[in-house]
């Protein structure tokens, strides 16, 4: 089994910075393609960062210039540094990654989330 899990969230005051992580553990022969999504109350899971493994990445405009994703591929460990945070930012942050579990198998996991609240 695969798991991928979040922490790093919190409270933090407009215009303050998190950084968030998400480790992948577990029955793991190789990590691809990690990813950052977020997901406020009454709207849908859209897209923040994601990340490949040669560390080629891409942003949503929303985050893009505020929010800077990377990895540890030793750690099979992405992370989110968030900054010039605010209260738009307010969601639960999702980390989402294609695991190689088996032989020839990959298949895309998510963390169960993190709440990001941006207020003062």
């Known amino acids: 089994q695969v798991q991928l899990v979040e922490s790093g969230g919190g409270l933090v005051q407009p215009g303050g910075s998190l950084r968030l992580s998400c480790v992948a553990s577990g029955s793991i022969f190789s990590v691809g393609i990690m990813g950052w999504y977020r997901q406020a109350p009454g709207k849908q899971r859209d897209l923040v960062a994601t990340?490949?493994?040669?560390?080629?990445?891409n942003y949503s405009d929303s985050v893009k210039g505020r929010f800077t994703i990377s990895r540890d591929n030793a750690k099979n460990t992405v992370y989110l540094q968030m900054s010039s945070l605010t209260p738009e930012d307010t969601a639960g942050y999702y980390c989402k990654g294609l695991v190689r579990d088996g032989v020839s198998t990959w298949r895309y996991y998510w963390g169960q989330g993190t709440q990001v609240t941006v207020s003062s």
């Open positions: 990340i490949t493994s040669g560390r080629d990445t």
